[in-house]
């Protein structure tokens, strides 16, 4: 017997609701989505996705500059500073990705890598001198990583080295102006995996899946 709402697998309120909620907000999400379309390039660096993780590379003369990331839990809401009231009427706050990523220099077997993330402390304005992200390990190793291999940490590294190891990030595509375009690919790439999520919801709760 047919319940009447045109969805036949749909036989309880629960089930019924969630569709009707989701519908309208994959709709709301596709309207706020900033870029429809998910570029295959930023900056150079080829672009590639797998789920979750995603990979950029860049072949210099000599060597590869791989870029790796993954968008889950990396979203939060702009963070208002102190002082700052937000306003009441708004709608939506802008969800930004800020995932921490792996630089990895490869010269033939060896591989210098980095651990980055984004700094809590946004730059101040007008410094074009404030990093945006920073280094939190460094490691060098031949072949496949393990756990075996030796990594310090950035905030133990000496002020000038870790100051020369920025400035090679640097040289390497890896500047201030590239993360921050890191973030809004990232941002777009999370925005695009959560409204698949959601329709996938729909169609497994419909029974599609």
Same mark, same amino acid.
């Given at each position: ?5 045109? &969805? $036949?697998? !749909?036989? @309880?309120?629960? =089930?019924?609701?969630? /569709?009707?909620?989701?519908?309208? +907000?994959? #709709? ?6 900033? &870029? $429809?379309? !998910?570029? @295959?390039?930023? =900056?150079?660096?080829? /672009?590639?996705?797998?789920?979750? +993780?995603? #990979? ?11 870029? @790796? ?5 990396? /979203? ?26 792996? /630089? ?106």
């Amino acid at each position: 017997m047919c319940c009447g709402c045109g &969805l $036949k697998a !749909l036989h @309880t309120k629960g =089930e019924k609701e969630l /569709v009707e909620f989701l519908t309208e +907000e994959i #709709v709301a999400e596709r309207k706020a989505q900033k &870029l $429809k379309t !998910l570029p @295959t390039e930023v =900056e150079g660096f080829i /672009v590639k996705g797998d789920g979750a +993780e995603v #990979v950029l590379t860049k072949q210099l003369k000599d060597e590869i500059v791989r870029i @790796t990331f993954n968008v889950n839990h990396t /979203v939060d809401s702009e963070d208002f500073g102190e002082g700052e009231v937000q306003p009441d009427k708004q709608e939506f706050t802008e969800m930004r990705s800020k995932p921490q990523f792996e /630089v990895d220099l490869v010269r033939g077997d060896s591989t210098l890598g980095f651990t980055c993330s984004f700094l809590q402390e946004p730059p101040t304005p007008g410094d074009e001198y404030s990093d945006i992200f920073g280094i939190d390990e460094i490691t060098l190793y031949k072949g496949e990583w393990s756990d075996k291999v030796y990594a310090v940490a950035g905030d133990v590294l000496d002020g000038y080295l870790y100051d020369l190891l920025m400035n090679l990030l640097e040289e390497k595509g890896v500047s201030n102006e590239f993360v921050q375009k890191l973030s809004d690919f990232s941002t777009a790439y999370e925005h695009t995996a959560y409204i698949n999520m959601l329709e996938g919801i729909s169609k497994f709760t419909i029974g599609k899946q």
